[in-house]
């Protein structure tokens, strides 16, 4: 007994602050916000459509346990939510964050190139041709011939109150022209 209490007393106050160095304290608050986290990511990934996993990196084990979230219902579900939030404690889930990621903002930029193709096909109903030169400056390579025979068919459409067919006619041909754009 003496020898571990001779041992104690020789070490150097500095030995003793770098073992307290080494030592991370983390908040009781911060693991359950981290907890709360993963869940949610899990409650994200569960649900997502397969195509959408498959581009997602996942083991075999959290996709199984994920595939198998999907399908469960109540209190099931909730159950396998928190198995997919604990295997994803057990893993580095940044990889799956910025893949999760990259598809949400995949899906936020084609809204966005949706509602600007709506904007500039409202914009075609009303000027007519005048709007028609707006878009051969964005799409140079589009057929003025075929983009005034479907604004006339839309407004036509449009003035006889009929089901809107030419107007998504319109709209279709104008992302065409933007997909073919890029």
């Known amino acids: 007994m003496n020898n571990n209490q001779d041992d104690w007393l020789d070490e150097s106050p500095d030995n003793i602050e770098e073992e307290d160095d080494e030592i991370i ?7 359950k916000r981290d907890a709360i986290e993963l869940k949610d990511l899990g409650v994200e990934l569960v649900e997502l459509s397969g195509s959408l996993l498959d581009r ?17 219902k109540k209190e099931g579900r909730r159950r396998q939510l928190q198995l997919v939030a604990k295997l994803l404690r057990q893993r580095d889930p940044e990889p799956i964050r910025v893949a999760l990621d990259k598809i949400k903002n995949r899906h936020n930029q084609q809204v966005a190139l949706f509602h600007k ?26 057929d003025r011939q075929q983009l005034r025979s479907l604004i006339r068919s839309a407004q036509k459409e449009k003035a006889g109150n009929k089901p809107p067919k ?6 279709q041909y104008l992302r065409e022209l933007s997909e073919n754009n890029s």
């Open 117 to 142: 193709l709506e904007v500039l096909r409202d914009r075609l109903m009303v000027e007519g041709d005048d709007a028609v030169s707006a878009v051969l400056e964005l799409y140079p390579h589009t």
């Open 25 to 31: 304290w983390v908040s009781k608050s911060e693991i």
């Open 56 to 72: 997602i990196p996942l083991d075999e084990d959290l996709r199984a346990a994920i595939d198998l979230a999907q399908r469960i």
């Open 166 to 171: 030419a107007n998504r006619l319109l709209f």
